[in-house]
């Protein structure tokens, strides 16, 4: 092997790591690849789809004029299979939307991409999916649109994902399409779309709900009324939204309990379904914001003292957290939705100053996520350091 039959080649893999190799050229446009790759094991049809460049000092070939490309010396390479999960897929290492570390800028990791570590779980990065309903359920049941939904979204690499209003009870959903967990046989479906997410290497929770008075309504795409009970609907247990809308329903005591142990029973199904994280729906006027809200009528302040006591068992059950602390790890913030007559103007990053608010107050206590239009990188980016958030979520 003389030295001039040796070429240094360079190409960057989809990572966009370097990868040296070395190329010997031979006649008739035959490139022989020899088996000293530095970083990176491949096969030539990679070869061919990730080269990029030569050095200038080298002859140039495209792979497309090559002939043929041998390979020799090949390694031993095992293709490792995803841990954890009850099916064949290849291990995903590192997943995607890891950074690239150090960064080929040499610049720091930006902080979207540092991971973060929540009681032994870690995101490998901050940006995550919003909770979206899909209003495309079967009583409750994932179907396969949640599984190419979610599955597609996992294959991206978000550092976590969160898996739309899932109703404890099928009165609380938000439409007859939207999610449930109100029996065992639920968890498998869910289970399915957790282990899919787990074979990429992601992580991903479930946000469990109740919509009280926003109850059975069409999706938006029918333009987002109330679904009467003729169409699936559940009317008799819809409190007016906007007022006046349906004769309201109000839940007695014994209603509440059964909310309660609803809700612990959901929080426990979620966990057997593996999902790393459980999310509660209190915001946009459903159930538990409304018992909070200040806007909400007598009947329902009386109401908020049990509410508060729910909340606080609740949170108990969250991922093993302990009962006396009542604590969350994390709180989503987002607007809106109390009341028909709130008027909020959306745009960019809207809601960032009310996270902003609620870090400042809260501090190293809590993480704080932002959401609500953050379509760039760049401003996510400058939204986690400008406003010293933990994590943005978008839609
Ligand atoms: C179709 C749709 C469904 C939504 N469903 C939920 C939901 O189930 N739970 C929730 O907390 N927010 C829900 N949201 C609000 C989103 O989580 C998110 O806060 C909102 O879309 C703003 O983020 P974006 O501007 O990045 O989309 C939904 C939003 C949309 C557009």
Redesign the pocket.
């Known amino acids: 092997m003389s030295p001039e039959t040796f070429n240094h080649m360079v190409y960057r893999d989809y990572k966009d790591r370097e990868i040296m190799g070395v190329y010997q050229a031979l006649p008739d446009s035959v490139i022989k690849l020899y088996g000293a790759i530095d970083n990176y094991p491949t096969t030539p049809i990679l070869l061919v789809a990730l080269l990029r460049s030569l050095p200038p000092s080298t002859t140039r070939h495209t792979w497309e004029s090559c002939a043929e490309v041998t390979i020799t010396n090949w390694p031993d390479i095992p293709i490792k299979p995803a841990q954890g999960v009850p099916f064949y897929t290849p291990a995903q290492s590192p997943p995607a939307g890891t950074a690239r570390n150090p960064q080929t800028s040499g610049k720091p990791i930006p902080k979207l991409f540092k991971p973060l570590s929540v009681r032994g779980t870690t995101f490998h990065n901050r940006v995550g999916l ?4 899909q209003y495309s359920a079967d009583d409750g049941y994932i179907t396969p649109w949640h599984q190419a939904h979610y599955g597609g979204i996992a294959q991206r690499g978000p550092g976590l994902m969160i898996i ?2 899932t109703g404890v009870l099928p009165e609380g959903r938000i439409t007859p399409g939207c999610l449930g967990l109100w029996k065992d046989s639920q968890v498998i479906p869910l289970k399915q779309v957790v282990d899919f997410a787990h074979s990429q290497g992601q992580k991903i929770g479930l ?1 469990l709900s109740h919509a009280g008075r926003k109850a059975s309504t069409l999706p ?1 795409w029918v333009g987002g009324g109330v679904t009467t009970n003729t169409v699936g609907g559940w009317t008799e247990n819809r409190d007016p939204f906007p007022d006046n809308e349906i004769v309201p329903k109000e839940m007695t005591l014994q209603d509440i309990q059964e909310l309660k142990d609803a809700w612990v029973a959901a929080v426990k199904r979620g966990l057997s379904a593996g999902v790393d994280f459980i999310e509660i ?1 209190a ?2 006027g459903y159930l538990l914001s409304s018992f909070l809200s200040a806007s909400s009528k007598i009947s329902d302040r009386i109401s908020t003292v049990v509410a508060s006591r729910i909340v606080t068992g609740l949170f108990s059950k969250f991922l093993g957290l302990r009962a006396d602390q009542g604590a969350v790890d994390l709180i989503d913030i ?1 607007s809106g939705g109390v009341h028909s007559a709130q008027k909020i103007t959306s745009g960019p990053a809207f809601q960032v100053p009310f996270a902003a608010k609620v870090k400042k107050a809260v501090g190293d206590r809590l993480l704080v996520a932002a ?4 379509k760039h990188g760049d401003i996510a980016e400058r939204i986690l350091q400008e406003n010293d958030v933990d994590v943005v979520l ?2």
């Open positions: 919003a909770p979206m309903c739309e209003a946000q938006p729906y915001a946009h987002s959401v609500g239009m953050i978008v839609g």
